[in-house]
């Protein structure tokens, strides 16, 4: 029993990130009626902003530009933190305006196009920018030393953290659709379109908020667990995203709780 205690604490880190990525799903289900299967690379991009800021360069994505802008040195946890949100939130709203937005009356099937099309573009991206360095560790920034549970069974107490701050997240996206105008007009717009825009809601501005949400959820997330997990193209694009992809189902790309 002691074994089973102490793997099921072990995975728990790796629960999280599931639990963070389909959550992410879910908004951006509810607020747009797309299935992103680009998520995961997209959180991926956020992970290796942060992780490039933290040895002293930010990575530009736009091909013609230069590979990178160079500030010399670390700039530091709070400021790495701070681009890497900005750039995931920026990144959320132009994949929504670039690649979505026009496909807004297209068929599903062409969204789901899209959306793969994205894991092809970010995943090619991280390969040239970061050719010489694809797996990259940064320094921890959870608390990491053990705790013991009982006797017997020990772990990191950084993955115990990352599940703590999930569910805070999840919370606070629980209660924003239940008990905020726009979480409801949200909720009301997936469900109703027209009845959003009679309610004087722009269902295109809804969609694209929760594009913006699910990638700063995306990014916070692997940001937090790359000390943990070593950063490459595929394991948050496709290891983790699949199972939360399950999760987000089990949901029904709507319940927060159960996904």
Known sequence: ???????????????????????????????????????????????????????????????GLPDRYHFGEDVGIWW???????????????????????????????????????????TALIERRFEDNAGLRVDAILPREPVTIMDGVTVPRDGLWLVFIVLLITAAVWASSRYTRLGLATKAAAGNEKGAVLLGYSPQRLAQSSFILASLIGALVVILASP???????????GYLIPALGAALIGGFTRVWPT
């Open 1 to 63: 029993m002691t074994d089973y205690l102490f793997f099921i604490l072990l995975g728990t880190g790796a629960g999280a990130i599931i639990a963070a990525f389909g959550l992410g799903l879910v908004v951006t289900y509810q607020g747009s009626g797309l299935v992103n299967f680009g998520y995961g690379a997209m959180a991926t991009w956020s992970g290796y902003v942060y992780a490039d800021l933290r040895q002293g360069a930010y990575p530009f994505p736009i091909p």
């Open 80 to 122: 790495a933190f701070a681009l890497s949100l900005l750039t995931a939130a920026l990144m959320g709203l132009l994949v929504y305006q670039l690649v979505f937005r026009p496909l807004y009356r297209a068929p599903a099937l062409a969204k789901v196009v899209a959306s793969i099309g994205l894991v092809i573009v970010f």
């Open 228 to 238: 943990m997990i070593q950063l490459s193209s595929a394991v948050f694009t496709f």
